[in-house]
Protein backbone atom coordinates (compact mmCIF):
# COMPACT_ATOMS: atom_id res chain seq x y z
CA UNK A 1 0.00 0.00 0.00
CA UNK A 2 1.49 3.07 -1.11
CA UNK A 3 1.82 5.66 1.85
CA UNK A 4 -0.12 9.04 2.74
CA UNK A 5 1.32 12.32 1.40
CA UNK A 6 0.67 13.57 4.68
CA UNK A 7 -0.12 11.56 7.56
CA UNK A 8 -0.92 13.69 11.07
CA UNK A 9 -1.01 12.21 14.22
CA UNK A 10 -2.05 12.84 17.38
CA UNK A 11 -1.79 16.51 16.80
CA UNK A 12 -3.23 19.05 20.05
CA UNK A 13 -2.63 22.78 20.06
CA UNK A 14 -3.00 24.63 23.48
CA UNK A 15 -2.95 28.56 23.43
CA UNK A 16 -2.26 29.12 26.99
CA UNK A 17 -5.52 27.26 29.25
CA UNK A 18 -7.29 27.00 25.99
CA UNK A 19 -7.44 23.77 24.17
CA UNK A 20 -8.19 24.52 20.29
CA UNK A 21 -7.26 20.88 19.11
CA UNK A 22 -7.29 17.83 20.89
CA UNK A 23 -5.69 14.79 19.39
CA UNK A 24 -6.21 15.02 16.21
CA UNK A 25 -5.00 12.74 13.71
CA UNK A 26 -5.61 12.17 10.28
CA UNK A 27 -3.86 11.54 6.94
CA UNK A 28 -4.45 13.10 2.99
CA UNK A 29 -3.76 10.86 0.32
CA UNK A 30 -1.89 11.28 -3.24
CA UNK A 31 -3.83 13.09 -5.42
CA UNK A 32 -7.05 13.65 -2.72
CA UNK A 33 -9.16 16.16 -2.48
CA UNK A 34 -9.91 16.33 1.26
CA UNK A 35 -12.54 18.58 2.57
CA UNK A 36 -11.82 20.03 6.21
CA UNK A 37 -15.10 20.92 7.44
CA UNK A 38 -16.43 22.36 10.96
CA UNK A 39 -18.37 25.50 12.18
CA UNK A 40 -16.15 28.52 13.43
CA UNK A 41 -14.00 27.89 16.30
CA UNK A 42 -13.72 24.04 15.31
CA UNK A 43 -10.08 24.35 15.47
CA UNK A 44 -9.70 24.23 11.13
CA UNK A 45 -8.01 27.40 10.75
CA UNK A 46 -5.15 26.30 13.66
CA UNK A 47 -5.22 22.71 11.73
CA UNK A 48 -4.23 24.74 8.48
CA UNK A 49 -1.52 27.02 10.22
CA UNK A 50 0.10 23.74 11.83
CA UNK A 51 -0.10 22.19 8.29
CA UNK A 52 1.32 25.07 6.42
CA UNK A 53 4.08 25.19 9.11
CA UNK A 54 2.91 28.54 10.14
CA UNK A 55 2.47 28.18 13.95
CA UNK A 56 3.64 24.88 15.84
CA UNK A 57 1.50 22.21 17.38
CA UNK A 58 1.96 21.63 21.39
CA UNK A 59 2.13 17.62 20.60
CA UNK A 60 2.03 15.62 17.97
CA UNK A 61 3.79 13.93 14.84
CA UNK A 62 4.15 14.30 11.02
CA UNK A 63 4.48 11.89 8.58
CA UNK A 64 5.64 12.72 4.85
CA UNK A 65 5.52 10.16 2.60
CA UNK A 66 6.24 7.74 5.31
CA UNK A 67 8.76 9.78 6.68
CA UNK A 68 8.74 11.19 9.78
CA UNK A 69 9.49 14.90 9.89
CA UNK A 70 10.72 16.78 13.14
CA UNK A 71 9.23 19.89 12.68
CA UNK A 72 6.82 21.67 10.88
CA UNK A 73 8.35 25.09 9.98
CA UNK A 74 7.89 27.27 6.82
CA UNK A 75 11.10 26.00 5.37
CA UNK A 76 10.50 22.34 5.66
CA UNK A 77 6.55 23.22 4.27
CA UNK A 78 8.39 25.30 1.70
CA UNK A 79 10.59 22.57 0.79
CA UNK A 80 7.88 19.60 0.84
CA UNK A 81 5.50 22.32 -1.35
CA UNK A 82 2.70 22.83 0.90
CA UNK A 83 1.45 25.51 -0.44
CA UNK A 84 -1.86 27.63 1.33
CA UNK A 85 -3.93 30.11 -0.62
CA UNK A 86 -5.75 31.89 2.42
CA UNK A 87 -8.98 33.59 1.73
CA UNK A 88 -8.14 37.16 0.59
CA UNK A 89 -4.22 37.85 1.60
CA UNK A 90 -2.66 35.13 -1.14
CA UNK A 91 -2.13 38.46 -3.64
CA UNK A 92 -0.40 41.21 -3.34
CA UNK A 93 -2.69 43.95 -4.39
CA UNK A 94 -0.19 46.54 -5.60
CA UNK A 95 1.62 44.03 -7.95
CA UNK A 96 1.05 43.13 -11.22
CA UNK A 97 -0.19 39.55 -11.91
CA UNK A 98 3.46 38.57 -13.27
CA UNK A 99 5.41 39.90 -10.34
CA UNK A 100 2.69 37.97 -8.20
CA UNK A 101 3.15 35.00 -9.89
CA UNK A 102 6.87 34.67 -9.37
CA UNK A 103 7.08 36.65 -6.06
CA UNK A 104 9.78 34.70 -3.74
CA UNK A 105 10.76 32.32 -6.99
CA UNK A 106 11.66 35.36 -9.32
CA UNK A 107 13.74 34.22 -12.45
CA UNK A 108 16.70 36.23 -12.65
CA UNK A 109 20.23 36.43 -13.91
CA UNK A 110 22.84 35.50 -11.58
CA UNK A 111 23.10 38.98 -10.66
CA UNK A 112 19.70 38.54 -8.85
CA UNK A 113 18.42 40.84 -11.52
CA UNK A 114 14.55 39.63 -12.58
CA UNK A 115 14.76 38.74 -16.53
CA UNK A 116 11.16 40.68 -16.97
CA UNK A 117 10.41 39.32 -20.70
CA UNK A 118 10.70 36.08 -19.47
CA UNK A 119 8.09 36.17 -16.36
CA UNK A 120 5.72 38.12 -18.50
CA UNK A 121 5.67 35.43 -21.36
CA UNK A 122 5.46 32.74 -19.06
CA UNK A 123 2.76 34.40 -16.90
CA UNK A 124 0.63 35.27 -20.37
CA UNK A 125 1.02 31.55 -20.90
CA UNK A 126 -0.02 30.39 -17.75
CA UNK A 127 -3.05 32.20 -17.52
CA UNK A 128 -3.82 30.84 -20.66
CA UNK A 129 -3.19 26.69 -20.14
CA UNK A 130 -2.84 26.51 -16.42
CA UNK A 131 -6.17 28.02 -15.48
CA UNK A 132 -8.69 29.71 -17.48
CA UNK A 133 -9.70 33.14 -15.97
CA UNK A 134 -12.04 35.35 -17.79
CA UNK A 135 -11.49 39.22 -18.45
CA UNK A 136 -8.06 38.85 -17.69
CA UNK A 137 -6.23 41.08 -20.21
CA UNK A 138 -2.53 41.10 -19.65
CA UNK A 139 -0.01 39.54 -16.85
CA UNK A 140 1.19 43.28 -16.56
CA UNK A 141 -2.36 43.92 -14.85
CA UNK A 142 -2.59 45.13 -11.28
CA UNK A 143 -4.13 42.38 -8.62
CA UNK A 144 -6.06 45.42 -7.30
CA UNK A 145 -7.77 45.55 -10.69
CA UNK A 146 -9.04 41.64 -10.63
CA UNK A 147 -12.41 40.36 -9.12
CA UNK A 148 -12.08 38.43 -6.07
CA UNK A 149 -12.29 35.39 -8.17
CA UNK A 150 -10.00 36.16 -10.66
CA UNK A 151 -7.40 36.69 -8.25
CA UNK A 152 -8.20 33.44 -6.22
CA UNK A 153 -7.51 31.85 -9.58
CA UNK A 154 -3.90 33.37 -10.30
CA UNK A 155 -3.11 32.22 -6.48
CA UNK A 156 -4.14 28.98 -7.76
CA UNK A 157 -2.64 29.04 -10.94
CA UNK A 158 0.64 29.78 -10.06
CA UNK A 159 0.41 27.17 -7.21
CA UNK A 160 0.49 24.77 -9.73
CA UNK A 161 2.92 26.20 -12.04
CA UNK A 162 5.63 25.63 -9.90
CA UNK A 163 4.46 21.79 -9.07
CA UNK A 164 3.29 22.81 -5.39
CA UNK A 165 2.11 18.63 -4.27
CA UNK A 166 0.09 19.94 -1.37
CA UNK A 167 -2.21 22.82 -1.73
CA UNK A 168 -4.51 24.01 1.52
CA UNK A 169 -7.39 26.67 0.58
CA UNK A 170 -8.52 28.38 3.49
CA UNK A 171 -12.09 29.47 2.82
CA UNK A 172 -11.82 30.06 -1.12
CA UNK A 173 -14.88 30.54 -2.29
CA UNK A 174 -16.75 32.46 0.40
CA UNK A 175 -16.03 35.67 -1.35
CA UNK A 176 -16.66 34.21 -4.51
CA UNK A 177 -19.29 34.63 -7.27
CA UNK A 178 -21.61 31.40 -8.44
CA UNK A 179 -20.04 31.20 -11.75
CA UNK A 180 -16.10 31.53 -10.17
CA UNK A 181 -17.33 29.13 -7.82
CA UNK A 182 -17.94 26.87 -10.37
CA UNK A 183 -14.72 27.65 -11.93
CA UNK A 184 -13.01 26.89 -8.96
CA UNK A 185 -14.09 23.76 -7.92
CA UNK A 186 -14.23 22.47 -11.30
CA UNK A 187 -10.37 22.94 -11.40
CA UNK A 188 -9.85 21.53 -8.36
CA UNK A 189 -11.09 17.71 -9.66
CA UNK A 190 -8.58 18.10 -12.43
CA UNK A 191 -5.68 18.99 -9.64
CA UNK A 192 -5.78 15.27 -8.89
CA UNK A 193 -4.93 14.30 -12.01
CA UNK A 194 -1.75 16.31 -11.82
CA UNK A 195 -1.23 13.97 -8.58
CA UNK A 196 -1.44 17.54 -6.53
CA UNK A 197 -3.53 16.37 -3.04
CA UNK A 198 -5.71 19.25 -1.81
CA UNK A 199 -7.53 20.24 1.49
CA UNK A 200 -10.38 22.35 1.14
CA UNK A 201 -11.30 23.94 4.29
CA UNK A 202 -15.12 25.23 3.91
CA UNK A 203 -18.53 26.46 5.34
CA UNK A 204 -19.70 25.25 2.34
CA UNK A 205 -21.12 21.49 2.50
CA UNK A 206 -22.35 21.51 -0.77
CA UNK A 207 -19.20 22.42 -2.07
CA UNK A 208 -17.33 20.30 -0.32
CA UNK A 209 -19.86 17.69 -1.28
CA UNK A 210 -19.13 18.11 -5.17
CA UNK A 211 -15.44 17.91 -5.10
CA UNK A 212 -13.86 16.46 -2.18
CA UNK A 213 -13.18 12.46 -1.94
CA UNK A 214 -12.96 12.58 1.71
CA UNK A 215 -14.47 14.81 4.33
CA UNK A 216 -12.73 15.35 7.72
CA UNK A 217 -15.31 17.17 9.99
CA UNK A 218 -14.01 18.82 13.49
CA UNK A 219 -15.91 20.38 16.56
CA UNK A 220 -14.54 21.21 19.38
CA UNK A 221 -10.70 20.88 17.97
CA UNK A 222 -11.74 17.30 17.74
CA UNK A 223 -11.96 14.96 14.38
CA UNK A 224 -15.76 13.53 14.86
CA UNK A 225 -16.21 12.47 11.61
CA UNK A 226 -13.55 10.80 8.74
CA UNK A 227 -15.62 9.38 6.11
CA UNK A 228 -14.70 8.82 2.12
CA UNK A 229 -17.90 10.39 0.16
CA UNK A 230 -19.05 7.36 -0.94
CA UNK A 231 -19.87 6.14 2.63
CA UNK A 232 -21.80 9.96 3.69
CA UNK A 233 -24.33 11.98 2.21
CA UNK A 234 -24.98 16.09 2.88
CA UNK A 235 -27.71 15.61 5.71
CA UNK A 236 -25.06 13.16 7.70
CA UNK A 237 -22.16 15.75 6.99
CA UNK A 238 -24.73 18.97 8.00
CA UNK A 239 -25.33 17.26 11.28
CA UNK A 240 -22.09 16.32 12.29
CA UNK A 241 -21.11 20.24 11.53
CA UNK A 242 -24.00 21.82 13.03
CA UNK A 243 -25.07 19.39 16.25
CA UNK A 244 -21.54 18.10 16.35
CA UNK A 245 -20.99 14.40 17.59
CA UNK A 246 -23.78 13.89 19.16
CA UNK A 247 -25.93 15.28 16.10
CA UNK A 248 -23.81 12.63 14.14
CA UNK A 249 -24.98 9.83 16.77
CA UNK A 250 -28.67 10.55 16.24
CA UNK A 251 -28.16 10.84 12.60
CA UNK A 252 -27.00 7.91 12.35
CA UNK A 253 -29.69 6.84 14.79
CA UNK A 254 -32.47 8.01 12.56
CA UNK A 255 -33.53 10.40 15.22
CA UNK A 256 -31.86 13.99 13.70
CA UNK B 1 8.39 24.19 -25.94
CA UNK B 2 6.48 24.89 -22.59
CA UNK B 3 9.15 22.41 -20.82
CA UNK B 4 12.11 25.02 -21.96
CA UNK B 5 10.66 28.04 -20.08
CA UNK B 6 12.50 28.87 -16.77
CA UNK B 7 10.56 28.31 -13.94
CA UNK B 8 8.81 25.56 -15.52
CA UNK B 9 9.23 22.05 -13.28
CA UNK B 10 6.98 20.40 -15.49
CA UNK B 11 4.49 19.53 -18.05
CA UNK B 12 0.90 22.60 -17.73
CA UNK B 13 -2.05 21.07 -16.80
CA UNK B 14 -4.06 20.74 -20.35
CA UNK B 15 -7.15 18.75 -19.34
CA UNK B 16 -10.01 20.61 -21.26
CA UNK B 17 -12.15 22.41 -18.92
CA UNK B 18 -15.27 21.08 -18.10
CA UNK B 19 -18.07 23.21 -16.45
CA UNK B 20 -19.91 25.65 -18.63
CA UNK B 21 -18.71 28.29 -16.62
CA UNK B 22 -14.91 27.73 -17.21
CA UNK B 23 -15.04 27.58 -21.08
CA UNK B 24 -14.86 30.61 -22.04
CA UNK B 25 -11.74 31.09 -23.25
CA UNK B 26 -9.67 34.67 -22.54
CA UNK B 27 -8.99 36.63 -25.94
CA UNK B 28 -5.47 36.72 -26.40
CA UNK B 29 -3.94 40.29 -25.05
CA UNK B 30 -3.42 41.89 -28.50
CA UNK B 31 -2.05 45.29 -28.15
CA UNK B 32 -3.52 48.13 -30.35
CA UNK B 33 -1.97 48.66 -33.44
CA UNK B 34 -2.36 52.23 -33.50
CA UNK B 35 0.71 54.63 -31.69
CA UNK B 36 -2.39 55.87 -29.47
CA UNK B 37 -3.89 53.18 -28.59
CA UNK B 38 -0.86 51.21 -28.00
CA UNK B 39 0.24 54.18 -25.89
CA UNK B 40 -2.95 54.07 -23.79
CA UNK B 41 -3.20 50.11 -23.95
CA UNK B 42 0.34 50.67 -22.00
CA UNK B 43 -1.10 53.50 -20.22
CA UNK B 44 -3.17 51.43 -18.41
CA UNK B 45 -1.05 49.16 -16.62
CA UNK B 46 1.34 52.20 -14.98
CA UNK B 47 -1.89 53.84 -13.69
CA UNK B 48 -1.92 54.07 -10.16
CA UNK B 49 1.78 54.48 -9.41
CA UNK B 50 1.78 58.06 -9.21
CA UNK B 51 5.52 59.04 -11.66
CA UNK B 52 3.61 59.63 -14.45
CA UNK B 53 0.89 61.91 -13.37
CA UNK B 54 3.35 63.72 -10.66
CA UNK B 55 6.32 64.23 -13.83
CA UNK B 56 3.64 66.21 -15.94
CA UNK B 57 3.10 68.59 -12.84
CA UNK B 58 6.62 68.91 -12.51
CA UNK B 59 7.29 69.57 -16.55
CA UNK B 60 4.43 72.16 -16.62
CA UNK B 61 5.98 74.08 -13.58
CA UNK B 62 9.12 73.99 -15.00
CA UNK B 63 8.59 75.33 -18.18
CA UNK B 64 6.67 77.98 -16.48
CA UNK B 65 9.98 79.28 -14.66
CA UNK B 66 11.90 78.91 -17.74
CA UNK B 67 9.18 81.05 -19.43
CA UNK B 68 9.09 83.74 -16.35
CA UNK B 69 12.82 83.89 -16.20
CA UNK B 70 13.00 84.36 -19.82
CA UNK B 71 11.16 87.56 -20.13
CA UNK B 72 12.71 88.98 -16.98
CA UNK B 73 15.89 87.41 -16.02
CA UNK B 74 16.60 89.59 -13.48
CA UNK B 75 13.05 89.81 -12.22
CA UNK B 76 12.53 85.65 -11.55
CA UNK B 77 16.74 84.52 -12.08
CA UNK B 78 15.75 80.88 -12.72
CA UNK B 79 18.11 80.51 -15.23
CA UNK B 80 20.95 82.44 -13.88
CA UNK B 81 23.91 79.70 -13.71
CA UNK B 82 23.81 80.89 -9.79
CA UNK B 83 20.52 79.53 -9.31
CA UNK B 84 20.95 76.41 -11.32
CA UNK B 85 24.13 75.06 -9.99
CA UNK B 86 23.98 77.17 -6.43
CA UNK B 87 20.74 76.18 -5.67
CA UNK B 88 18.95 73.38 -7.39
CA UNK B 89 21.94 71.54 -8.19
CA UNK B 90 22.64 71.42 -4.55
CA UNK B 91 19.23 71.17 -2.72
CA UNK B 92 17.48 68.90 -5.03
CA UNK B 93 20.01 66.36 -4.97
CA UNK B 94 19.96 66.02 -1.22
CA UNK B 95 16.31 65.82 -0.94
CA UNK B 96 15.77 63.15 -3.76
CA UNK B 97 18.52 61.11 -2.49
CA UNK B 98 16.13 61.38 1.48
CA UNK B 99 13.39 60.91 -0.33
CA UNK B 100 14.56 57.63 -1.57
CA UNK B 101 15.66 56.77 1.77
CA UNK B 102 12.17 57.62 3.49
CA UNK B 103 10.11 55.89 0.28
CA UNK B 104 12.12 52.57 0.13
CA UNK B 105 11.43 52.22 3.83
CA UNK B 106 7.57 53.87 3.11
CA UNK B 107 7.30 50.78 0.27
CA UNK B 108 8.40 48.28 2.86
CA UNK B 109 5.82 49.35 5.34
CA UNK B 110 7.68 51.34 7.46
CA UNK B 111 8.37 55.06 8.86
CA UNK B 112 11.68 56.05 10.46
CA UNK B 113 11.16 59.69 11.98
CA UNK B 114 15.10 59.87 13.38
CA UNK B 115 16.14 60.70 10.00
CA UNK B 116 17.20 64.26 10.89
CA UNK B 117 19.13 63.04 14.15
CA UNK B 118 20.60 60.39 11.85
CA UNK B 119 22.06 62.75 9.19
CA UNK B 120 23.39 64.79 12.62
CA UNK B 121 25.10 62.01 13.94
CA UNK B 122 26.07 60.84 10.70
CA UNK B 123 27.87 64.05 9.81
CA UNK B 124 29.37 64.72 12.90
CA UNK B 125 31.17 61.05 12.84
CA UNK B 126 32.22 62.05 8.80
CA UNK B 127 33.66 65.27 10.18
CA UNK B 128 35.50 64.01 12.95
CA UNK B 129 36.88 61.03 11.07
CA UNK B 130 37.69 62.49 8.42
CA UNK B 131 39.77 65.45 10.18
CA UNK B 132 41.44 62.49 12.10
CA UNK B 133 41.94 59.37 9.67
CA UNK B 134 41.14 60.99 6.24
CA UNK B 135 38.90 61.03 3.17
CA UNK B 136 37.92 57.50 2.94
CA UNK B 137 38.00 56.00 6.49
CA UNK B 138 35.97 59.14 6.77
CA UNK B 139 32.93 58.33 4.28
CA UNK B 140 32.81 54.68 5.65
CA UNK B 141 32.72 55.34 9.39
CA UNK B 142 29.56 58.49 8.04
CA UNK B 143 27.78 56.13 6.10
CA UNK B 144 28.67 52.86 8.64
CA UNK B 145 27.12 55.31 11.27
CA UNK B 146 24.22 55.80 8.88
CA UNK B 147 23.49 52.37 8.44
CA UNK B 148 24.27 51.79 11.88
CA UNK B 149 21.64 54.25 13.77
CA UNK B 150 18.89 52.93 11.31
CA UNK B 151 19.81 48.98 11.76
CA UNK B 152 19.34 49.66 15.77
CA UNK B 153 15.84 51.10 14.85
CA UNK B 154 15.04 48.63 12.54
CA UNK B 155 15.99 46.26 15.26
CA UNK B 156 13.37 47.72 17.53
CA UNK B 157 10.57 47.72 15.05
CA UNK B 158 10.70 44.58 13.83
CA UNK B 159 11.30 42.39 16.97
CA UNK B 160 9.12 44.35 19.45
CA UNK B 161 6.37 45.30 16.95
CA UNK B 162 6.02 48.64 18.07
CA UNK B 163 4.74 51.10 15.62
CA UNK B 164 7.78 52.18 13.86
CA UNK B 165 6.17 56.29 13.80
CA UNK B 166 6.45 55.83 17.69
CA UNK B 167 9.61 53.85 18.37
CA UNK B 168 11.69 55.96 15.99
CA UNK B 169 9.96 59.16 17.29
CA UNK B 170 12.10 58.28 20.71
CA UNK B 171 14.90 57.02 19.29
CA UNK B 172 15.23 60.21 17.26
CA UNK B 173 15.42 62.23 20.87
CA UNK B 174 18.38 59.50 21.52
CA UNK B 175 20.55 60.00 18.42
CA UNK B 176 20.00 63.14 18.75
CA UNK B 177 21.89 63.29 22.67
CA UNK B 178 24.18 60.94 21.18
CA UNK B 179 25.44 63.71 18.62
CA UNK B 180 26.10 66.08 21.49
CA UNK B 181 27.72 63.23 23.55
CA UNK B 182 30.11 62.23 21.11
CA UNK B 183 31.05 66.06 20.14
CA UNK B 184 29.98 68.30 22.96
CA UNK B 185 27.63 70.98 22.44
CA UNK B 186 29.81 73.43 20.15
CA UNK B 187 29.38 72.96 15.88
CA UNK B 188 31.58 70.35 14.37
CA UNK B 189 33.33 71.72 11.46
CA UNK B 190 35.64 70.52 8.69
CA UNK B 191 38.81 72.25 8.13
CA UNK B 192 41.90 71.34 6.26
CA UNK B 193 40.68 68.26 5.16
CA UNK B 194 37.92 70.21 3.10
CA UNK B 195 40.19 70.95 0.44
CA UNK B 196 40.70 69.11 -2.51
CA UNK B 197 39.66 65.45 -3.26
CA UNK B 198 36.63 65.91 -0.63
CA UNK B 199 34.90 69.04 -2.23
CA UNK B 200 35.64 67.89 -5.67
CA UNK B 201 33.77 64.76 -5.07
CA UNK B 202 30.88 66.05 -3.00
CA UNK B 203 30.33 69.48 -3.68
CA UNK B 204 32.52 71.11 -6.30
CA UNK B 205 30.90 73.41 -9.34
CA UNK B 206 31.33 72.46 -12.86
CA UNK B 207 29.60 75.86 -13.71
CA UNK B 208 26.00 74.63 -14.39
CA UNK B 209 25.94 72.04 -11.90
CA UNK B 210 27.81 70.69 -9.08
CA UNK B 211 29.04 66.95 -7.71
CA UNK B 212 25.35 66.40 -5.90
CA UNK B 213 23.70 66.48 -9.41
CA UNK B 214 26.13 63.54 -10.56
CA UNK B 215 25.82 61.33 -7.40
CA UNK B 216 21.64 61.44 -7.73
CA UNK B 217 22.42 60.37 -10.84
CA UNK B 218 24.68 57.35 -9.77
CA UNK B 219 21.94 56.65 -7.05
CA UNK B 220 18.88 56.72 -9.00
CA UNK B 221 19.72 54.64 -11.49
CA UNK B 222 20.76 52.32 -9.00
CA UNK B 223 17.81 52.71 -6.59
CA UNK B 224 15.65 52.26 -10.01
CA UNK B 225 17.48 48.66 -10.88
CA UNK B 226 17.35 47.73 -7.13
CA UNK B 227 13.95 48.43 -6.47
CA UNK B 228 12.03 47.81 -10.04
CA UNK B 229 14.05 45.04 -11.64
CA UNK B 230 15.86 43.14 -8.87
CA UNK B 231 14.38 40.72 -7.19
CA UNK B 232 15.19 41.86 -3.43
CA UNK B 233 13.53 44.85 -4.30
CA UNK B 234 10.42 43.33 -5.60
CA UNK B 235 10.26 41.50 -1.80
CA UNK B 236 10.39 44.73 -0.63
CA UNK B 237 7.31 45.67 -2.61
CA UNK B 238 5.93 42.27 -1.55
CA UNK B 239 6.14 42.71 2.16
CA UNK B 240 5.22 45.91 2.24
CA UNK B 241 1.96 45.36 -0.15
CA UNK B 242 0.57 42.27 1.46
CA UNK B 243 3.07 41.27 4.11
CA UNK B 244 0.94 37.82 5.12
CA UNK B 245 1.00 36.83 1.16
CA UNK B 246 4.60 36.88 1.08
CA UNK B 247 5.39 34.82 4.27
CA UNK B 248 3.12 32.77 2.58
CA UNK B 249 5.36 32.33 0.29
CA UNK B 250 8.17 32.14 2.43
CA UNK B 251 9.50 35.64 1.69
CA UNK B 252 10.99 36.40 5.28
CA UNK B 253 9.41 40.20 6.11
CA UNK B 254 11.53 41.05 9.13
CA UNK B 255 14.78 40.01 6.84
CA UNK B 256 13.24 42.24 3.95
CA UNK B 257 12.24 44.90 6.69
CA UNK B 258 15.51 45.30 8.23
CA UNK B 259 17.60 45.55 4.65
CA UNK B 260 15.28 48.69 4.36
CA UNK B 261 16.38 49.95 7.31
CA UNK B 262 19.78 49.25 6.21
CA UNK B 263 19.36 50.60 2.75
CA UNK B 264 17.60 53.45 4.31
CA UNK B 265 20.54 54.34 6.61
CA UNK B 266 23.11 53.88 4.22
CA UNK B 267 21.47 56.63 1.71
CA UNK B 268 20.67 58.66 5.16
CA UNK B 269 24.60 58.40 5.56
CA UNK B 270 25.61 59.80 2.35
CA UNK B 271 23.24 62.16 2.35
CA UNK B 272 24.37 63.56 5.48
CA UNK B 273 28.36 63.73 3.77
CA UNK B 274 27.06 65.72 1.04
CA UNK B 275 25.15 68.29 3.50
CA UNK B 276 28.86 68.27 5.99
CA UNK B 277 30.58 69.17 2.93
CA UNK B 278 28.32 71.68 1.37
CA UNK B 279 27.64 73.50 5.02
CA UNK B 280 31.40 72.92 6.30
CA UNK B 281 29.74 72.29 9.86
CA UNK B 282 27.32 70.42 11.65
CA UNK B 283 25.57 71.69 15.22
CA UNK B 284 24.91 68.59 17.50
CA UNK B 285 21.42 68.93 18.26
CA UNK B 286 20.62 71.68 15.46
CA UNK B 287 17.37 71.98 14.04
CA UNK B 288 18.45 72.81 10.13
CA UNK B 289 18.90 68.90 9.77
CA UNK B 290 15.83 67.92 11.79
CA UNK B 291 13.40 69.96 8.73
CA UNK B 292 14.95 66.69 6.94
CA UNK B 293 13.07 64.03 8.26
CA UNK B 294 9.48 65.48 7.02
CA UNK B 295 10.53 66.79 3.76
CA UNK B 296 12.23 63.36 2.78
CA UNK B 297 8.80 61.53 3.83
CA UNK B 298 6.99 64.80 1.64
CA UNK B 299 9.57 64.17 -1.39
CA UNK B 300 8.00 60.53 -1.42
CA UNK B 301 4.49 60.78 -0.56
CA UNK B 302 4.03 63.86 -3.31
CA UNK B 303 6.45 61.40 -5.77
CA UNK B 304 3.27 58.79 -4.99
CA UNK B 305 4.42 56.41 -2.70
CA UNK B 306 1.69 54.65 -0.36
CA UNK B 307 1.86 56.05 3.52
CA UNK B 308 0.39 52.27 3.60
CA UNK B 309 3.36 50.35 1.65
CA UNK B 310 3.65 48.46 -1.03
CA UNK B 311 3.49 51.28 -4.09
CA UNK B 312 5.93 53.94 -5.19
CA UNK B 313 8.33 54.16 -7.71
CA UNK B 314 12.31 55.65 -7.81
CA UNK B 315 11.36 58.26 -10.79
CA UNK B 316 8.35 59.43 -8.92
CA UNK B 317 10.50 60.04 -5.42
CA UNK B 318 12.81 61.87 -7.19
CA UNK B 319 10.51 64.02 -9.02
CA UNK B 320 8.73 65.06 -5.85
CA UNK B 321 12.00 65.54 -4.14
CA UNK B 322 12.66 67.93 -7.20
CA UNK B 323 8.93 69.06 -7.30
CA UNK B 324 9.12 70.42 -3.75
CA UNK B 325 12.62 72.07 -3.64
CA UNK B 326 11.64 73.73 -7.47
CA UNK B 327 8.68 74.98 -5.04
CA UNK B 328 10.87 76.58 -2.61
CA UNK B 329 13.30 78.55 -5.13
CA UNK B 330 10.74 80.06 -7.12
CA UNK B 331 9.00 81.55 -4.04
CA UNK B 332 12.38 82.32 -3.20
CA UNK B 333 13.19 83.86 -6.44
CA UNK B 334 9.84 85.79 -6.35
CA UNK B 335 10.92 87.00 -2.92
CA UNK B 336 8.51 85.79 -0.91
CA UNK B 337 8.40 86.10 2.65
CA UNK B 338 10.14 83.12 4.49
CA UNK B 339 6.47 81.36 5.95
CA UNK B 340 5.21 81.51 2.57
CA UNK B 341 7.50 78.78 1.51
CA UNK B 342 6.89 76.40 4.35
CA UNK B 343 3.12 77.25 3.85
CA UNK B 344 3.35 76.39 -0.09
CA UNK B 345 4.93 73.49 0.62
CA UNK B 346 2.21 72.05 2.84
CA UNK B 347 -0.14 72.74 1.21
CA UNK B 348 1.97 70.80 -1.67
CA UNK B 349 1.96 67.58 0.30
CA UNK B 350 -1.84 67.96 1.41
CA UNK B 351 -3.01 67.93 -2.37
CA UNK B 352 -0.27 65.42 -3.33
CA UNK B 353 -1.65 63.19 -0.54
CA UNK B 354 -5.49 63.36 -1.81
CA UNK B 355 -4.28 63.09 -5.20
CA UNK B 356 -2.16 59.84 -3.69
CA UNK B 357 -5.73 58.48 -1.94
CA UNK B 358 -7.89 58.96 -5.21
CA UNK B 359 -5.21 57.06 -7.47
CA UNK B 360 -5.29 54.47 -5.21
CA UNK B 361 -9.35 54.18 -5.23
CA UNK B 362 -8.61 54.37 -9.61
CA UNK B 363 -6.24 51.65 -9.26
CA UNK B 364 -8.51 49.14 -7.32
Known amino acids: MSEALLRIEGVSKKYGPNTVLNDVSFEIGKGEVVGLLGDNGAGKSTLVKIMSGVVDSTVGDFFWDGQKIDKMNRNVTERLGVETIFQDSALVPQMTITRNIFMGREVTNRFGFMKMKEMDAVAADVLDSVVTIEGIKSPKQLVSSLSGGQAQAVAIARAVHFKRSLLILDEPTSALAVRATEALLGYLTQLKGEGVSSVLVTHNLHHAFQVCDRHIVMNHGKKIMDARREDTSVEELTAAVVEGAVGLARFRQGTF | ?364
Open chain 2, 1 to 364: MSDKIPGRRGPILEVPLPTEAISVRRKPAGEPASFFGRMNYNLQFIRGRGALEISIVLVVLLAGYVIASLISPTGFAFLNPNNLSGVISQSVPVLAILGLAAGILMIAGEFDLSLGANITLSAIVFIKTSEAAGLWLGIAAGIGTGVAVALVNGIIVVYTKIPSFIATLGMSFFWMGAGIFINGTSPAALTTSREGTMEYLFAHNFGSFRSQLVWLLIIGVLAWFFMHRHKLGNHIFAVGGNPAAAEAISIKSKQVKLMSFAIFGGLVGFAAILIAVRTSSIQPGGTATEDFTLFAIAAAVVGGTSLTGGRGSVIGIIVGAALIELIRNGLLLAKAPGFYITLFVGVTIVIAAIFNKLMEGKAR
